[in-house]
């Protein structure tokens, strides 16, 4: 029979008799007089099994928290830490930590949002793009800062890209620069107001490739008078005074660059360029290896620092990296100016 325990009977502990079953047998110093059979029968009570599934149950749970808490501790250090780079204005840094934190913790809206902001100001298009396309729909709310330089963002992203409405004008005109008519500008710009920054920066460049400097630089000041942060306009600015052979303007529209994006690899190099030029070697090599550490795949980079290299008599590492960009047609053919100038063939110095 299975022992039936009154947890009310004490026992005296002399009348030799287990209070559970009868027998004799007591185990003394005990505060309840039972046998040994029923003690150990006590001792090993059965625990339900409700309450070991739900104990299971506990366990697991806890057991996925804390595999979990490391990761989403991270994710948040790394929002913090990309925030922060963003605060900086240094977009490259915030836009890595940032792709990793998505990675990790995919439902976090507000690093979407970041990288968003990121990736416009390193003129990652593409992935700013996939960000809109994934945050299409959702709520902005003024009081998040997240939402507030997303919002700025994609109205000054309008800028960068032909209306609906223009695009099929375009159309004739994608092929070469020569075929497109400069007479038309001021009627496009009256047909089309809300493409004012497109259609100037268009014949901008429409100009610069027909050499015509003069008007590109006229047209190119219209744009920046309208939004003197407009980063397409300044990297024009940047590439026509070079060209005009004005270093320190070149310089200064390298800086306005700089000012917005601290890490923004379409000032930093042709910067270490201009520098190279006025002999300024361990300032240029500095800035073109912080460039190509910012951006290993852009090619305009990579030829930089291989002049760089060359100028500061680094001949070791010149040549790696002449040997390396061989392995990549895009890179090859921006490393061939770079060839030319170590061979004498191109002058450096106009």
Known sequence: MQPIFNPDSTGNGHTGTCVNCGCEGVIPGYRHALCGDCRSYFVRFPIPRWVQLFGAAVLLLLALALTQFPKRFSAALSLQRAKQAIQQKKYVTAQRRLQDVVADQPGCLDAKKYLAVAAFYNFDFAEL??????????????????????????????????????????????????????????????????????????????????????????????????????????????????????????????????????????????????????????????????????SQGDAYSMATLALAYHFNKKFGERDRLIQQASHDSVQASYMEYARDVISGKENFNP
């Not at 070469?176 to 400069?182: C, F, K």
């Not at 300044?234 to 917005?260: E, P, T």
Request: aromatic share 10%; net charge negative.
């Open 129 to 294: 793009d996939r960000m809109d396309s994934i945050l299409a729909g959702t709520d902005i709310e003024e009081t998040n800062a997240a939402d507030n330089e997303l919002d700025y963002v994609l109205r000054r992203y309008k800028d960068y890209y032909p209306s609906d409405s223009l695009r099929p004008k375009l159309d004739a005109y994608k092929d070469s620069a020569e075929t497109l008519q400069l007479s038309l500008y001021n009627t496009w710009l009256q047909q089309y107001p809300d493409d004012f920054a497109y259609i100037t920066t268009l014949y901008a460049s429409a100009c610069i490739s027909l050499d015509k400097y003069a008007m590109a630089d006229s047209l190119l000041n219209t744009a920046l008078h309208r939004n003197g942060n407009h980063m397409r306009v300044l990297r024009y600015k940047v590439y026509l005074k070079q060209q005009l052979h004005q270093s320190d303007s070149a310089l200064y529209f390298c800086d306005r660059i700089l000012a917005i994006n601290k890490e923004a690899t379409i000032a930093l190099a042709p910067k270490a360029r201009i520098l190279l030029r006025q002999g300024k070697k361990k300032d240029a090599l500095q800035l073109a290896e912080e460039s190509y550490s910012l």
